[in-house]
């Protein structure tokens, strides 16, 4: 028991595991130590540094420039489409990945779909809406695209074959390529107003 005892030398290592292009698997390993002397009666340190730690992964991952993943998903009305073919246009791309059931999710791209018309004209981006919904979910989505007025592309990644490839496990999950299809900025969930910072990201990949 570590009770009142010091520790001298306390080290962790976390891997971290982000699947990229054509199954790659790239382990980033990140590992440090905590001060000497933290007793085990006072663990605040550690629990102020490894937030920080993630936060560190994460962007270090994002900011490198990784290229989207190339897979194989489908539209709506069932053809078999790669990834490749949206993200190889030189084009400012976001992918948002979506779910029928998820309430979160449609209200982020209720709000998307209301600033596509003025993006499309400022920055020339374009937009992708991937859901995950399976077969069953997967039915309901055209007549929802079409209640809801949605004029971006939607598609359909029921295998969940190109999240798998992410490596991420909720939604709403979005992403933010450049002309190059690579990865430079990513966000997960929804609240009013992330569409502001979205919009900051994409306006300085175009430079205003």
């Not at 933290?38 to 540094?49: A, E, T, Y």
């Not at 009305?77 to 779910?99: C, H, N, P």
Request: aromatic residues 12%; proline residues 5%.
């Amino acid at each position: 028991m570590l009770a009142r005892t010091n520790l001298f030398g306390l080290f962790f290592a976390y891997p971290l595991k982000i699947k990229l292009i054509r199954d790659h698997t790239v382990t980033f390993f990140c590992v440090f130590m905590l001060p000497l002397s933290i007793q085990h009666q006072n663990m605040r340190p550690f629990k102020i540094v490894l937030p920080f730690l993630f936060t560190f992964l994460t962007l270090s991952v994002f900011a490198s420039g990784n290229p989207f993943p190339t897979v194989n998903i489908k539209s709506l009305d069932g053809k078999q489409v790669s990834t490749a073919d949206y993200t190889s246009k030189g084009k400012i791309t976001i992918v948002s990945f979506w779910a029928t059931w998820c309430t979160p999710c449609k209200r982020e791209l209720d709000v998307l779909n209301e600033l596509y018309s003025e993006w499309v004209e400022k920055y020339d981006i374009q937009l992708l809406a991937i859901t995950i919904d399976d077969a069953r979910g997967l039915a309901k989505v055209p007549s929802m695209v079409q209640t809801k007025g949605w004029e971006f592309t939607v598609l359909a990644d029921s295998k969940q074959e190109l999240q798998q490839a992410l490596s991420f496990q909720t939604i709403p999950q979005t992403f933010l390529l450049n002309g190059k299809g690579e990865i430079v900025y990513a966000h997960n969930g929804y609240n009013p107003g992330d569409e502001l910072e979205l919009e900051k990201k994409i306006a300085e990949l175009k430079g205003k």
